[in-house]
Structure formats: structure tokens, C-alpha cells
């Protein structure tokens, strides 16, 4: 079991995607891999530890999350600030996937970008999402110094030297991400805006109008950043991607936090399902190296 606190996680377990049983009472590996075709998720049948029956980049070399240790980190004086250029009139839409909600953002042109940091041009906003727990004491993917923080924000940029974004997803410097980690404290202001909007897309499958909208206003006051190579958190868990993680966290409320987990995982149809436990554990770092930005 992955997700700590899973008490609903459990629940969904039961519910309708629940594989059926053989005659021995456990799922055959060939029905596991039909259900989670249908359908990945963070349960117990079809989470973290069943994805590489599918998508074999999971037990890849450049897997994550990681657990980041600070004190065998070094500081990289190489490493360049990094910068955002966001237009706010760049946001569509917000979506309810059911396993995440997402920030879409017109991506046709160079209109958001990143840049600097440890990256070799300049990358494009195309949506960024969250994933959290059930609770405030867990819910990060990343942790650092073994602390898990209550989420963790992914904005998601591609370089567009490589065409389009599904290109870049084969190139090892493709993706770029900035994490940031939500700490619970005091109430940010800006991310109401993004949580006023969940009451419209509720349940799985929803999409609602979402513009007007600088994520750049999320970010904390410091640019402070570890950096290395890794992947996707979620399925297929493509190689591709470089980390911008950032030192300070951003503050949320607990009551923010609960809005979040106010969103479900199931359709408008099916039983109401929390939304909640959408986080993969850290993975084997491997060969690789993290680097800092400051000292
Ligand atoms: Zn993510």
C-alpha cells in the first residue's frame, strides 16, 4: 500500500474499477494488466507499485520522485537564476481528470515561458497540476530531508526546439518542471482563485473556462532551486524531464487543503469517491546527481 492514510484509497479499492477475482481469489496478472489499461490510478490493484506492468519506464534509471538528502546535495556555482515570462491570458481551462486537476495553457506559440536555471533555452507553460494526500502531514511526491509536505504544485513547460510536445517527451531535455512544495500556514491568497474554480469541475471528466490566470503569482519569494534529471511521476513515466525544485514552499491553509481534497475521483454518475492520495513514492535515485543553487 503506497499511500499512507489510505482509508479511502481502500474505498476506491472496492469500488466498480476493482479488478474481478479468479477462482483462486486474487486477481490474475493478465486481468490486473487489462484493469489497469483501462486504467492507472494510486489503489492498491492499479498503484505505483503495479505501473511498470505497463509502462516499463517505471523501473527506468531516471525515475521520480526522489528523496532529496540536503546535506549530500553541493552547490553548483554553474548554475544560472532561472525566470518566467507568463501571460496570464495564456490560461483555458481547469480539468478534472480524475486523478489530478489541471491548469491548461495555450501552448501554440511562445507566449509563457521559462527560462535560465539550469536549462538550455527557452520552454513553454503548457498546465500544471497538484498532487496531495489525505491528509496535512503527507501528500508531496519529492521529499526533502524525509519531510513530505501536504502537496506539491508541477508546472509543466516543453522545449519547443523539438516541435511539439509530443516530441519533446522522447528528449531527454524535452520537459521541463518546476515543483514547489505546499506547506500548510497561512492562507495564500492567489491559490483561492485556482480553488474557487474546483467547484465547477467536481467530478472526473469536468472541464471549466479558467483564463486570466499568471501561475507566476504562486511562487514563493525565493528562486532557490535543486536541479537534476528525471521523469513523469504519473504513467507513462517518460525519461525526459528537468527538475526545477524549489527550496521554499508556499503556504496553504488547512482549509485550502481540505478544498482540494473536496474534489472526486469518480464520475458525476458513480459514487462520490475523494479525490485524495494522488502522490507516487520517492524512487531509486541511481546514478544521478542533484545539484544546488545556492550554498
Ligand atoms: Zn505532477
New binding site residues.
Given amino acids: 500500500m503506497q499511500c499512507a492514510g489510505g482509508s479511502y484509497i481502500k474505498t476506491r479499492a472496492l469500488g466498480d474499477s476493482a479488478p474481478r477475482r479468479g477462482r483462486e481469489g486474487r486477481s490474475s496478472p493478465a486481468r490486473r494488466k487489462a484493469t489497469m489499461a483501462k486504467e492507472w490510478g494510486y489503489a492498491s490493484h492499479n498503484g505505483p507499485d503495479h505501473w511498470h506492468e505497463l509502462f516499463p519506464n517505471a523501473k527506468g534509471e531516471n525515475q521520480s520522485p526522489i528523496e532529496l538528502h540536503t546535506k549530500d546535495i553541493k552547490h553548483d556555482p554553474s548554475l544560472q537564476p532561472w525566470s518566467v515570462s507568463y501571460d496570464g491570458g495564456s490560461a483555458k481551462t481547469i480539468l478534472n481528470n480524475g486523478k489530478?486537476c489541471r491548469v491548461v495553457f495555450d501552448d501554440t506559440y511562445d507566449r509563457s515561458m521559462l527560462r535560465g536555471g539550469p536549462l538550455p533555452g527557452p520552454y513553454r507553460l503548457r498546465q500544471f497540476?497538484?498532487?496531495w494526500g489525505s491528509s496535512d502531514d503527507h501528500g508531496s511526491?519529492h521529499t526533502v530531508d524525509g519531510v513530505k509536505y501536504a502537496a506539491?504544485l508541477?508546472l509543466?513547460h516543453w522545449n519547443p526546439k523539438y516541435n511539439t510536445f509530443k516530441e519533446a517527451l522522447k528528449q531527454r531535455d524535452g520537459i521541463a518542471?518546476i515543483?514547489i512544495f505546499l506547506k500548510i500556514g497561512r492562507e495564500k491568497g492567489e491559490f483561492q482563485i485556482v480553488l474557487d474554480a474546483l467547484e465547477k469541475i467536481k467530478t472526473k471528466g469536468k472541464e471549466a473556462p479558467f483564463t486570466k490566470f499568471d501561475p507566476s503569482c504562486l511562487f514563493p519569494a525565493c528562486r532557490d532551486y535543486w536541479t537534476y534529471q528525471g521523469s513523469?511521476?504519473?504513467p507513462p513515466c517518460e525519461e525526459c524531464i528537468v527538475w526545477l525544485l524549489l527550496k521554499e514552499p508556499m503556504t496553504v491553509s488547512s482549509d485550502q487543503m481540505a478544498k482540494l481534497r473536496s474534489l472526486l475521483s469518480s464520475a458525476e454518475n458513480e459514487p462520490p469517491v475523494p479525490l485524495v492520495g494522488n502522490w507516487r513514492p520517492p524512487q531509486p535515485i541511481k546514478n544521478r546527481v542533484v545539484r544546488a543553487s545556492f550554498k
Fill in positions: 489530478t497540476h497538484l498532487h511526491e506539491e508541477h509543466v518542471v515543483g513523469f511521476t504519473t
